[in-house]
């Protein structure tokens, strides 16, 4: 049967340390006459060795190398497999088990049972599902849960004090009738907090910049606008 002998300097280095240890264990016991006896029938013995050997390193090698470059730990774990996480919402803990890909929204409302976020494009672009998160207004439906794990969750519900006393800004809203249907309120009075703690409540004009990521079908904003400017100093108070 005829083999494929590669050329020793073509092979791997490993190959190469075989093939050279190889020929100096040989040289080195007087075995390897007959490489120049048979080379020039183009097959030898040390061919037939030095294949077979390399043969069988090459799939012991492999095997190992197949072990080395995929461990146990580095496979990706299963995208449908369940996330147990503990998330903190509005001052207590709540531990949910998601799908790895739900978002902080639908945590929030379909998990958490905390529906007062609302869904409104569900793509980033209204401000309906505006949360806190460590003090800093966030786009829920743009934000996956997980990623919210250790992390102080304010959602609308947690605004008021325990006793029922209404948030500044909540007060200020329903002074100033600042809304109508009320669906984009959630969100407005979240980003209203966090515009006033950002210092961005300095003027209308500043209020109106600052705000203009939450859209309202009702059209309330100079309501809005108006409640800001009147929740911004009791905030300070508070
Ligand atoms: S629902 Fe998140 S921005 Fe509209
Ligand atoms: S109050 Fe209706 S959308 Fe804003």
Known sequence: MRTFLPCATALPAPFRDIETCMHSKRASVGTDMTFSKNKAAGWSRRNFLTTTVASTMTVTLLDRARGQTAPAADVPPDANTPLNIKLHINGRDQRLTLDARTTLLDALREHAGLTGTKKGCDHGQCGACTVLIDNRRVLSCLSFAAM??????????????????????????????AFQCGYCTPGQIMAAVACVHEGHAENDAQIREFMSGNLCRCAAYPNIVDAIKQAKPQMKDA
């Open 148 to 177: 919210a794990e250790g992390r102080e969750v304010t959602t609308i519900e947690g605004l008021a004090k325990p006793d029922g006393t209404l948030h500044p800004m909540q007060q200020a809203f329903i002074d100033h009738d």
